[in-house]
């Protein structure tokens, strides 16, 4: 099948319809979400919301490889974009190739997704040099949860100073698109006047590029906590649970399996279904 190209369609939506952007990690929701997509994202927040993880920091490349290939299965039109999760990138350009190569190759993702500013901004450059795509991640990032000492709003006052330098790092070296997590509007709107390439929120106000939430969080699937900037559009989780009670409930009371459940008892050729 013939693939978008990533970068350059995505660089040109820079101020035009917001783009849209959801997580997926199964073939299922793929398929669900490529119609309405321009990207979808296979998340390492996979970790906590199909895997219990209680961070993304347990998140391995194996993990990653395995959830791209499902997701790959179901998209056929939107960008697809993998996360390299926590370990696999940080230590050098060259061992972030190595991996990088392998999602690529793996996965068949159009591009990968890294966190941090000035301090990954080497990697970047030397990863979009070698023909590596990369969107790019600042503000609250969370594989550094234990750096910040949780997960609070980034960049208040001052301290946008420096999420603006990170912006603008990563994308002088070659982020297609970044990424801006959790942070006042006024930030988010000025980091994204000044970036060439689209900004993606996730918390950052309607003044970014486009937007990007958790599927699962839009759906109601995951409810261990919701921070303010989910909106959720759906209560599939609930529905989830009166569906399982409701299951429950008949087998114990023998209500099922019912007649039209059953198979008759003379064997028939073509009575398989
Ligand atoms: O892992 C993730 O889901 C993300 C987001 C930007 C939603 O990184
Ligand atoms: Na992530």
């Known amino acids: 099948t013939p693939r978008r190209s990533p970068p350059p369609d995505i660089h040109s939506r820079k101020g035009g319809t917001p783009l849209v952007c959801l997580t997926a990690y199964t073939t299922p929701i793929a398929r669900l979400v490529d119609p309405h997509c321009d990207v979808v994202l296979v998340g390492d927040s996979v970790g906590m919301v199909l895997h219990g993880l209680p961070t993304t920091l347990g998140v391995t490349l194996d993990m990653m490889i395995m959830h791209g290939q499902?997701?790959?299965?179901?998209?056929?039109?939107?960008?697809?974009?993998?996360?390299?999760?926590?370990?696999?990138?940080?230590?050098?350009?060259?061992?972030?190739?190595?991996?990088?190569?392998?999602l690529m190759a793996e996965t068949g993702c159009a591009a990968v997704k890294l966190e941090g500013g000035e301090v990954i901004a080497e990697t970047i450059r030397f990863l979009t040099g070698r023909g590596v795509p990369v969107m790019a991640h600042v503000g609250l990032t969370p594989q550094a949860v234990n750096t910040f000492g949780g997960y609070r709003v980034q960049g208040k006052g001052e301290d946008g100073e420096r999420i603006l330098r990170d912006a603008q790092a990563v994308a002088e070296a070659g982020a297609f698109a970044v990424v801006l997590e959790k942070?006042?509007?006024?930030?988010?709107?000025?980091?994204?006047?000044?970036?060439?390439?689209?900004?993606?929120?996730?918390?950052?106000?309607?003044?970014?590029?486009?937007?990007?939430?958790?599927?699962?969080?839009?759906?109601?699937?995951?409810?261990?906590?919701?921070?303010?900037?989910?909106?959720?559009?759906?209560?599939?989780?609930?529905?989830?649970?009166?569906?399982?009670?409701?299951?429950?409930?008949?087998v114990r009371d023998r209500r099922f399996p019912a007649a039209e459940h059953v198979y008759a008892t003379a064997s028939r050729a073509g009575d398989v279904a």
């Open 183 to 250: 942070m006042p509007e006024a930030l988010a709107r000025r980091i994204t006047e000044e970036l060439a390439v689209p900004t993606i929120g996730i918390g950052a106000s309607p003044a970014c590029d486009g937007q990007i939430l958790v599927v699962d969080d839009v759906l109601g699937m995951f409810t261990d906590f919701r921070p303010k900037f989910v909106k959720r559009y759906a209560e599939l989780g609930s529905g989830a649970e009166a569906a399982i009670g409701a299951y429950a409930a008949d």
């Open 70 to 102: 499902a997701v790959r299965r179901g998209l056929e039109r939107a960008l697809m974009v993998v996360d390299m999760p926590f370990g696999s990138y940080e230590e050098s350009p060259d061992h972030a190739f190595r991996n990088a190569a392998r």
